[in-house]
């Protein structure tokens, strides 16, 4: 059934190293059905050639952007230069749409349905004809998902981001997109601004197309796709408006005909040194506490192995150098202009501390040879390693009797909360003090501004937002103080089995694993019991009698949480991984390079 490429008086195309994948439904001499799958491409207007050719790759471009999803919705645009790339490259671009999420709008939250995203782009790859695919990523859970999924069915994979929106402006100052609203809800509960200020101000934030314009989630998640070599260089920062979205977008799609052809897969690239690189440069961007969960998940996919740990261990030491929003200043409009991640990466690379400068990337360089010769054009916004925001700027990994691990981003300590809990001179970088509990973010609204227990030192506990605790583990950790407090200034430490914003500038410990409705150790506090938290030694501790907790875990069963509103709610919490985990699906871990094994 193979279409010769004469017939349309085209050039015969390049060999592919390996034959193409999707040929197998084309031109399959045992399916004498395959005639009929052709004929409904046929009928959408392509030609015999553009399908059956044996060296024409046809390439997915898995679109996120919709309506639902403003923070991609660029992408609608974007992907028509993606196929204008594909074609010129000799390839045959298949557009089809994913999941939507977006971040501020899904209920319960948005990442509950990454793991959806994921399942349902692995049946996508997996089932239909494609050689390779473009990952069109950007708002926060989409970038992991789709990343996910790649990894698992393991073909050729390139990513692109839709780009972070332009600054936002309130008078002369810089508003952060997510960040400004942290700031703003504060000013509220102090009663500095009404809630028509608060929406005006939240609303500057946000003022053109794209993602998150700090180094929240979606910027931190790009920025690591390109850490990890499956991104072109210097490509996840560009703002979603500028001119160079669009040719990035055409050079995206020449690329990833080339990826199929030399059949460069994301085992390939999704190396562990691809990981080490990605969690240096996290510190060195001061990226977001969703990206452990994040890419734990994808090391899960692809079968590399990747801790908590390792976090603090590769990462921890590194300096914090770009000055952006919420650890620092300025936004990605000034990050982009001032190098973007290949300024980084060759900052790092200088001093020695990218620890693996030879790891392959998407470009078919290494991430050395992409970035070696770049160079910060902008030294108040991306700094010299000798002038960092701040040194020892990684998370650091915390575990003990109160949860087996969970991370601290310690770039957003402020001096503030340093004086407060970190200063004592006999107990340097150590707290102890009386816990407030709550079950779910609903139980913290509720009663934060009644409990009159809670002062100076008080530690708040969020407990039950856990992935099984609030399905999808909610972004609930960062509490704010009662209003009384924040009038004075007083910062509280918070500790929870959720998670935290990624444009939260707070130093909360997060993602506590096992959580309360697995039965871990939060879910048997008290107000008013004793913690210690060491962060010298990485300790967490609950200073009760462990004959106490003892009856305690008797007397009362593990906190459950809400009771499911969808199927698929349900179907997630009884399927799902710790945090720590990567909250991943394990019996979907099993499956690995679908493509390769499968044998369609
Ligand atoms: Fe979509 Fe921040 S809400 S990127
Ligand atoms: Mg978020």
Same mark, same amino acid.
Do not use: F
């Given at each position: 059934f193979t279409a010769p490429a004469e017939e349309n008086g085209e050039p015969e195309g390049v060999e592919p190293a390996v034959p193409l994948r999707s040929k197998?439904?084309?031109?399959?001499?045992?399916?004498?059905?395959?005639?009929?799958?052709?004929? =409904?491409?046929?009928?959408?207007?392509?030609?015999?050639?553009? +399908?059956?050719? $044996?060296? $024409?790759? +046809? +390439?997915?471009?898995?679109?996120?952007?919709?309506?639902?999803a403003p923070c991609n919705s660029g992408h609608v645009q974007l992907a028509k230069r993606v196929r204008d790339g594909i074609i010129a490259a000799g390839g045959t671009p298949f557009e089809f749409p994913c999941h939507p999420i977006q971040e501020t709008t899904k209920r319960p939250t948005a990442s509950l349905d990454r793991n959806f995203a994921y399942l349902s782009l692995v049946e996508v790859l997996f089932g239909y004809p494609m050689d390779g695919v473009v990952l069109l990523t950007g708002c926060d859970k989409t970038t992991p998902a789709l990343l996910m999924a790649a990894a698992t069915v393991n073909i050729p994979a390139i990513c692109m981001n839709v780009g972070p929106m332009l600054n936002g402006y309130a008078g002369q100052r810089l508003v952060g997109s997510g960040t400004v609203l942290w700031d703003a809800r504060a000013a509220l509960a102090a009663g500095k601004i009404d809630q028509l200020q608060l929406m005006q101000t939240v609303a500057t934030s946000a003022p053109s197309l794209g993602h998150c314009n700090t180094m929240g989630t979606a910027s931190t998640m790009n920025a690591l796709a390109e850490a990890l070599g499956m991104a072109l260089p210097g490509s996840a920062s560009i703002p979603a408006p500028y001119r160079e979205r669009g040719a990035c977008a055409y050079q995206t799609g020449r690329r990833i005909v080339d990826l199929v052809r030399e059949d460069v897969k994301p085992s390939d690239i999704l190396t562990r040194e691809a990981f080490e690189n990605a969690i240096a440069l996290n510190t060195a961007i001061g990226g977001s506490t969703n990206a452990p969960i994040h890419l734990n998940a994808i090391a899960k996919h692809i079968g590399v192995p990747l801790s908590n740990q390792d976090w603090q261990d590769v990462g921890y030491k590194l300096p914090l150098l770009v000055n952006i929003q919420p650890a620092g200043e300025y936004l990605c409009e000034e990050y982009h202009r001032a190098g973007g991640l290949p300024a980084v990466a060759a900052e790092l690379i200088k001093h020695n501390l990218l620890p693996h400068p030879d790891a392959l990337t998407v470009s078919g360089r290494s991430i050395g040879d992409n970035c070696r010769e770049d160079r910060s054009t902008d030294k108040r916004v991306i700094r010299p390693f000798e002038n960092p925001v701040k040194t020892s700027a990684g998370f650091l990994h915390l575990s003990g009797s109160l949860f087996d691990s969970a991370v601290m981003k310690t770039s957003v300590i402020s001096k503030a909360f340093n004086d407060q809990y970190l200063s004592n001179p006999d107990d340097p970088m150590a707290f102890e003090g009386p816990v407030a509990v709550f079950d779910g973010p609903e139980d913290y609204h509720h009663?934060?501004?009644?409990?009159? $227990?809670?002062?100076?030192?008080?530690?708040?506990?969020?407990?039950?937002?856990?992935?099984?605790?609030?399905?999808?583990?909610?972004?609930?950790?960062?509490?704010?103080?009662?209003? =009384?407090?924040?009038? $004075?200034? +007083?910062?509280?430490?918070?500790?929870?089995?959720? =998670?935290?914003?990624?444009t939260s500038g707070s130093p909360s410990i997060l993602n506590a694993s096992p959580e309360a409705a697995t039965g871990g150790n939060l879910g048997l506090l008290r107000d008013g019991d004793i913690i210690r938290i060491d962060l010298k030694r990485g300790r967490a501790d609950i200073k009760v009698d462990p004959e106490e907790l003892k009856s305690r875990r008797s007397e009362s069963g593990p906190y459950k949480g809400p009771p499911s509103q969808t199927p698929w709610q349900e179907l997630f919490r009884d399927n799902v991984s710790e945090l720590s985990e990567g909250m991943v699906i394990p019996k979907a871990v099993k499956y690995q390079r679908l493509a390769q094994t499968a044998g369609i």
């Open positions: 197998q439904w084309w031109n399959n001499p045992s399916d004498d059905m395959c005639g009929a799958y052709v004929e =409904r491409y046929l009928n959408g207007g392509l030609t015999m050639n553009e +399908i059956a050719n $044996k060296h $024409k790759p +046809i +390439i997915g471009i898995a679109q996120t952007g919709s309506d639902l009663r934060i501004e009644t409990e009159d $227990k809670i002062e100076a030192g008080t530690i708040l506990i969020m407990r039950g937002a856990g992935p099984q605790g609030y399905p999808g583990a909610a972004e609930v950790v960062n509490m704010i103080p009662p209003g =009384r407090l924040i009038k $004075k200034g +007083i910062e509280l430490p918070c500790i929870g089995d959720g =998670r935290q914003s990624g």
